[in-house]
C-alpha cells in the first residue's frame, strides 16, 4: 500500500505562488513517474503537470505551461509543484499521484493518489 499526502496549500493572492509537496511512503518511489492533477468545483479533473522516475522527462500542461514547474527529490520521496502568476482559474483542489504507464494526462494511468490539497486564488 503507497500513502500520498499532499500540502502546501492555501489562499494566495492573484499573481502569487505557492509550492505544493507530495511526500510518498515506500520504497520504490524512483521508480515510478508522478502526476498532479487538480479539480475545480463541477469540473473534471485536469492534468497538471508529470515527472519521470529519475526526472529526465516532465511534461506539463498547456494551461500552466511557463508558470508551474514539477520537479521530485527521490532521496526524500517528495514530489512538488511550483506554481507560480497563478490565476483565479487555477483555484481547485490538488492532487498528486502514481502513474504506472505512460499515458501520463489519463487519470486512469494512476492507481494510488492522494487526499488532495486546497488551492484558492483570489482576484
Known amino acids: 500500500q503507497v500513502q500520498l499526502v499532499e500540502s502546501g496549500g492555501g489562499l494566495v493572492q492573484t499573481g502569487g505562488s505557492l509550492r505544493l509537496s507530495c511526500a510518498a511512503s515506500g520504497r520504490t518511489f524512483s521508480s515510478y513517474a508522478m502526476g498532479w492533477f487538480r479539480q475545480a468545483p463541477g469540473k473534471e479533473r485536469e492534468f497538471v503537470a508529470a515527472?519521470?522516475?529519475?526526472?529526465?522527462?516532465?511534461y506539463v500542461a498547456d494551461s500552466v505551461k511557463g508558470r508551474f514547474t514539477i520537479a521530485r527529490d527521490n532521496a526524500k520521496n517528495t514530489v512538488f509543484l511550483q506554481m507560480n502568476s497563478l490565476k483565479p482559474e487555477d483555484t481547485a483542489v490538488y492532487y498528486c499521484?502514481?502513474?504506472?504507464?505512460?499515458?501520463?494526462?489519463?487519470?486512469?494511468?494512476?492507481?494510488?493518489w492522494g487526499q488532495g490539497t486546497q488551492v484558492t486564488v483570489s482576484s
Open positions: 499521484a502514481r502513474a504506472i504507464s505512460t499515458a501520463w494526462t489519463e487519470t486512469g494511468s494512476y492507481d494510488y
Open positions: 515527472i519521470s522516475g529519475r526526472a529526465y522527462s516532465t
